[in-house]
């Protein structure tokens, strides 16, 4: 079983920056994909942004393309997300995922695909 603990969120104005952190614990060897969900208030999961444990490969949606940053600190399994020119909309409640096989292409809306989250951090943004 994989463990996930994010830290960092809190609230920033429009235009300022955030970053969160996520580390994985326990059965973590066998993750081939780290990155971040997030669900805005009356709204589902969305894909936000993942990245290979193996390779440099990224991806993010398209609504943070350019103002999000995911890295990672490999093999420590741990993950992070530095967000600049934060958006109102932007904020919502964000989840640490992991996954353990091959990536689909239409990950962003395929939240049942990664089977480990983490609790989750609230990101607020005021306008």
């Known amino acids: 079983q994989v463990q996930l603990m994010e830290s960092g969120g809190g609230s920033a104005q429009a235009g300022g920056s955030l970053r969160l952190s996520c580390e994985a614990s326990?059965?973590?060897?066998?993750?081939?994909?780290m990155g971040w969900f997030r669900q805005p208030p009356g709204k589902e999961r969305e894909g936000v942004a993942v990245?290979?444990?193996?390779?440099?490969?990224?991806y993010y949606s398209d609504s943070v393309k350019g103002r999000f940053t995911i890295s990672r600190d490999s093999p420590k399994k741990k993950v992070h997300l530095q967000m600049n020119s934060l958006e109102f909309e932007d904020s919502a409640m964000y989840f640490c995922?992991?996954?353990?096989?091959?990536?689909?292409?239409?990950?962003?809306?395929?939240?049942?695909?990664?089977?480990?989250w983490g609790q989750g951090t609230q990101v607020t943004v005021s306008s």
């Open positions: 995922v992991a996954r353990s096989d091959v990536l689909t292409m239409a990950w962003a809306s395929r939240p049942f695909d990664f089977a480990s």
């Open positions: 326990g059965h973590a060897d066998g993750i081939l994909w």
């Open positions: 990245t290979s444990t193996i390779n440099r490969n990224t």
